[in-house]
């Protein structure tokens, strides 16, 4: 049972970065698309990027994270990060990663596809 675990979130001042993690045990990036998304309070869940078993690389349709946004993996296919430049506030959210099935991450980025989420990891921008 694959099993995902972020890590790096964390309070920072807007136009500041941060690096999230995502862990992967009982499986890895051979098996599974990992897909990074958020969830604002009161929102939905948004698709941010996706890194599938075919080794490509998938961004979400927000104009807000285009070019701010960047996702990569280690060799080992165990660990997915997703690195966020210029944060601002509305960037606010818990944001997770979650785990498809799709091998060709076409669908990774729609919540619906993914079969197994972490816990999630809270990112506050502000003064």
């Known amino acids: 049972q694959v099993q995902l675990v972020e890590s790096g979130g964390g309070l920072v001042q807007p136009g500041g970065s941060l690096r999230l993690s995502c862990t992967i045990s009982?499986?890895?990036?051979?098996?599974?698309?990992i897909g990074w998304f958020r969830q604002a309070p009161g929102k939905e869940r948004e698709g941010l990027a996706c890194?599938?078993?075919?080794?490509?690389?998938?961004?979400g349709e927000s104009e807000s994270v285009k070019g701010r946004f960047s996702v990569s993996r280690d060799n080992a296919g165990k660990m997915v990060s997703l690195e966020m430049k210029f944060l601002q506030p509305e960037d606010t959210a818990v944001y997770y990663c979650g785990a498809s099935g799709d091998r060709s991450g076409l669908m990774c980025l729609y919540p619906t596809y993914i079969r197994v989420w972490g816990q999630g990891t809270q990112v506050t921008v502000s003064h």
């Open positions: 890194l599938s078993v075919t080794h490509n690389t998938f961004y």
């Open positions: 009982g499986s890895s990036l051979d098996e599974y698309s």
